[in-house]
């Protein structure tokens, strides 16, 4: 299992047919997104669709709330192959099955949202019995029998997309608003599919929270296999936002999932126009065009598929979070949030005001340093020395030479070298900070380093490094042979990236650490990256634990990516939402087009802001509305006068 766990391999998938462009088994990554026009807008929605294609789209999908949209879909299609596009078009459908019968006779694949094609959402805990489910199951399959019916009959593929946010009333009674829920709304469609003989499937499982996407998939996956299926799966974390933070929690998501083999289409869920999220996507999956394929398309049988993908013996749940349990040396590890270590060698180590990139602002009058919500907690100088005092809650490490011949060793700390490591040599009273390599042989599993491991001081907290192709996987198996060891040293993973850009040192780096940290794997991060800027690297470093839920130093935003059915400008609104509240510490604010990305889709946030009608907004407390219709011009001051009636709100300082 050591050999597997270090190799790349793809969790092989039935083909489906998508047009002219089909998916899964060893096929590439597909490349998709969805257009932001009005669907009854012909001439812009072709116009989109067309830059989405230039951009790297492969397959384009369009909402279709009702039956007219969906017919309209014929229009779309006509004018892309008269302007000599054969793009593969999607229709998505949510409470409409009349509209996805339609667009299921015109487009090559629809999307149904399994938690509202038959059920209308209520929020009601309802108690069944066994012959009530059953019941239920029943009625839902005698009204989408004939969409399955149609899709055969035109050879149209379907993706089955649960979406964390809107289980249906039923699933949520008997499952609860859980992955294992996320997972058996999905298999109910795909076992009705399959009793029709219907196998042109593609199944989804999304979240805005990241562990659950990371967990239902893993969860799906298990399911299909010890059920004979392996369609493929389509890849996305919903609501992901704006920006750098959109970006980096969609990596952490999708990421953690390609690590993992999983995933045949990718969508990345920008709150931006779309044709800015088909590169993110593709520089997503390109990284594993460059990974060598554990599989070969004879050998690889199912058996040993479900070997690879149902890893026996793990000493932790792959379906669950728990945190890796680590004895705390200082405020690393432990039940402290993860830290981040900054490289500031390459600094003007004379100027105390360069810390201000580091989170640590320098004012001159009071000779005190101002702490920001990210400032980082290690500095690394190697055998640079500065010349003025630093922020007394800042540890510096040092070099061990360096450190050793330092007169004042006051928060200063040593990183030792495993290989040098010897009885004999002096250790820091209060934390040492020892390199360990891992690589693709699997040697940090062997017995003799994790002997040597036994043997370090109590004070001791492990920096994990690694050169190998696939240095996620070879992390993780250090991280696994330290659980199986029962060794509970505190562990920094660093991230190295030598000629990374800013643009994909977040995705690469949100994939590596954020799969880690996913797993509950990591006391703390050093990203290296010497062609990114400090405040680049720092921002991505805490951006990466937020996006994981394992620090939370700021404000978050599920905001949805936008869409034919969106009431207001989503780009212009969420940023307006922002300006004004992104010193909120803590608070998940929800910001959605409308009611189907409404409190089903915002299940993880504080407070909602939702379209409900032109100018009309209607504001949430979790899920519970609690004002409706507001004037979208005093929308945003009445959302703050709710978070302050809550005691959520502090001042800027």
């Known amino acids: 299992m050591e050999k597997i766990a270090l190799q790349y391999a793809r969790f092989l998938t039935r083909e489906v047919s998508v047009g002219n462009i089909p998916m899964g088994g060893f096929n590439p990554i597909r490349i998709q997104s969805m257009t932001t026009t009005d669907t009854m807008d012909t001439k812009g929605t072709v116009e989109q669709t067309i830059r989405m294609v230039n951009s790297g789209c492969e397959y384009v999908r369009i909402t279709a709330p009702s039956v007219r949209e969906a017919e309209n879909l014929l229009n779309i299609k006509k004018e892309l192959r008269l302007r000599g596009f054969d793009v593969p078009l999607v229709a998505d459908i949510h409470f409409t099955p009349n509209a996805a019968e339609t667009a299921a006779r015109i487009v090559e694949k629809v999307r149904v949202n399994p938690g509202n094609y038959a059920d209308k959402k209520r929020f009601d805990h309802i108690e069944y019995t066994h012959l009530a489910y059953q019941a239920e199951l029943e009625r839902i399959y005698k009204k989408f029998t004939p969409l399955v019916k149609i899709c055969k009959e035109y050879g149209t593929a379907m993706r089955i997309g649960t979406n964390h946010g809107s289980l249906s009333d039923r699933i949520m009674s008997q499952y609860g608003d859980t992955p294992r829920g996320m997972v058996e709304s999905a298999m109910e469609f795909i076992r009705m599919c399959e009793d029709q003989n219907y196998y042109n499937l593609v199944i989804s499982m999304k979240a805005s929270n990241t562990q659950v996407m990371v967990q239902a998939y893993r969860l799906l996956v298990d399911t299909m296999t010890k059920e004979g299926m392996n369609y493929p799966l389509h890849l996305g974390v919903t609501e992901a936002g704006d920006g750098e933070d959109g970006r980096i929690k969609s990596a952490v998501g999708i990421g953690t999932l390609l690590e993992d083999g999983l995933g045949d289409t990718i969508r990345v869920s920008l709150t931006e126009d ?5 590169p993110v996507a593709k520089a997503l999956a390109d990284r594993y065009k460059k990974r060598v394929l554990l599989q070969e398309a004879a050998a690889f049988t199912p058996e040993m598929q479900k070997e690879h993908i149902l890893v026996k013996d793990l000493p932790y749940s792959p379906y669950a979070y728990n945190r890796r349990l680590t004895q705390p040396v200082q405020h690393i590890g432990g039940h402290h949030h993860p830290i981040v270590m900054l490289d500031v060698t390459s600094q003007n180590l004379k100027d105390p005001y360069f810390l201000s990139v580091a989170g640590y602002k320098y004012d001159a009058g009071l000779d005190k340093y101002n702490m920001a919500d990210q400032a980082c907690d ?22 061990y030479n360096t450190w ?4 004042d060793k006051t928060n200063c700390h040593p990183l030792i070298s495993l290989e040098d490591d010897h009885t004999e040599l ?12 891992t690589a693709d042989s699997g040697t940090a599993g062997t017995a003799a380093l994790l002997d040597k491991l036994r043997l370090l001081p109590q004070n001791a907290v492990l920096l994990l490094e690694t050169d190998a192709i696939n240095g996620m996987a070879a992390q993780r198996a250090f991280f696994i042979a330290l659980l199986h060891a029962q060794i509970q040293l505190p562990v920094i993973i660093k991230g ?29 991060i050093w990203i290296e990256a010497k062609m990114v800027e400090l405040p680049a690297i720092n921002a991505t470093s805490f951006g990466i634990l937020q996006a994981t839920r394992t620090r939370i130093s700021k404000a978050e935003y599920i905001s949805c990516p936008s869409c034919g059915r969106t009431l207001f400008d989503l780009q212009e609104t969420t940023q ?12 998940k604010i929800g910001i959605m087009g409308c009611i189907v990305n409404g409190p089903g889709e915002m299940a993880d946030a504080d407070y909602g802001y939702v379209g409900t009608g032109p100018g009309k907004i209607t504001l949430y407390r979790g899920k519970e509305v609690v004002r409706k219709n507001v004037n979208s011009t005093n929308a945003l001051d009445d959302l703050i006068s709710l978070i302050k009636e809550d005691g959520n709100w502090v001042e800027v300082k």
């Open 274 to 278: 779309p044709e800015f999220e088909a």
């Open 378 to 399: 290690l500095v690394f100088l190697g055998d640079q020395l500065p010349s003025f005092s630093f922020p007394g809650n800042l540890k510096q490490i040092y070099n």
């Open 404 to 407: 050793l011949a330092l007169k």
């Open 426 to 437: 002096v250790k820091d009273a209060f934390l040492n900070i020892y390199a360990v390599q």
């Open 496 to 524: 190295k990236y030598p000629s990374t850009n800013a643009e994909d040192l977040m995705l690469f780096a949100a994939t590596d650490l954020g799969a880690l940290l996913t797993d509950g794997f990591g006391d703390g």
């Open 576 to 587: 307006l939402i922002r300006s004004r509240t992104d010193h909120l510490k803590g608070i």
